[in-house]
């Protein structure tokens, strides 16, 4: 079966960097999402990756490795907005979106 | 306004009615999809359509019905409520089936 697991909560500190990890299982693959969404809203779009390695965008970065079917989203120098779920989703060989029930991220001052 | 929006943001609803979630996007995108996000499981797929006309069950299809007649609606009809449709439910679009979803504000749905 199709599957993506990612831990269900982490706690980090304000200025920090944490790592979310993500890891999938997908007839096929054409890339993987990350949103994040903020309680009680709509999840917003953060990355895209369907090559191996880093893409980074500002304080946030997103890795892939396709071998492993492994990602990851580095977040540094947190800020209290960022406490917020991240969700991972990766796309099959269909083009179907397979999501994870996301990492609740709490940021502590 | 542009964008993609829901409709009713909030809906309470008896067992066995017939309910409709409204959802219309002003960027023409192809692709357009029904999530539910219930606690503890991550957003699953009811349906999506890549093109009017043109609409394909996803993973929980069972007791809705969709209809994309227009490019830029995609409503969503449960057809006899039950308790166990009570979640929230979000609309996404997409320019293709590999780009970045847009997601409307969600309606939370309960039945009673």
């Known amino acids: 079966g199709q599957n993506i697991d990612q831990p269900t909560e982490m706690t980090a500190t304000e200025g920090a960097i944490v790592q979310i990890n993500c890891t999938y299982q997908?007839?096929?693959?054409?890339?993987l999402f990350w949103y994040q969404q903020h309680a009680g809203e709509a999840p917003t779009f953060l990355s895209y990756?369907?090559l191996d390695g880093l893409e980074e965008k500002g304080r946030f970065s997103s890795f892939l490795s396709r071998s492993k079917g492994y990602s990851y989203l580095l977040l540094k120098e947190l800020q209290m907005k960022d406490s917020a779920s991240y969700l991972c989703?990766?796309?099959?060989?269909?083009?179907?979106?397979?999501w994870g029930a996301g990492t609740k991220l709490i940021i502590k001052p | 306004d542009a964008g993609i929006t829901q409709s009713p943001r909030y809906k309470i609803t008896e067992t066995g009615r017939q309910v409709t979630l409204m959802c219309h996007q002003t960027?023409?995108?192809?692709?357009m999809f029904w999530y539910r996000q219930d606690l503890g499981h991550g957003l699953r797929l009811i349906y999506y359509s890549a093109a009017a006309d043109i609409t394909d069950k996803g993973e929980v299809p069972d007791g809705y019905v969709v209809s994309r007649s227009k490019t830029e609606n995609f409503p969503l009809t449960l057809e006899s409520a039950t308790r166990s449709q009570t979640s929230v439910y979000f609309c996404?679009?997409?320019?293709?089936?590999?780009?970045?979803?847009?997601f409307g504000q969600g309606t939370r749905l309960t039945v009673v």
């Open positions: 990756n369907v």
């Open positions: 997908t007839s096929g693959f054409n890339g």
């Open positions: 996404a679009s997409s320019r293709t089936e590999n780009t970045e979803a847009f």
């Open positions: 989703a990766a796309l099959d060989s269909n083009y179907q979106l397979i």
């Open positions: 960027w023409s995108h192809s692709y």
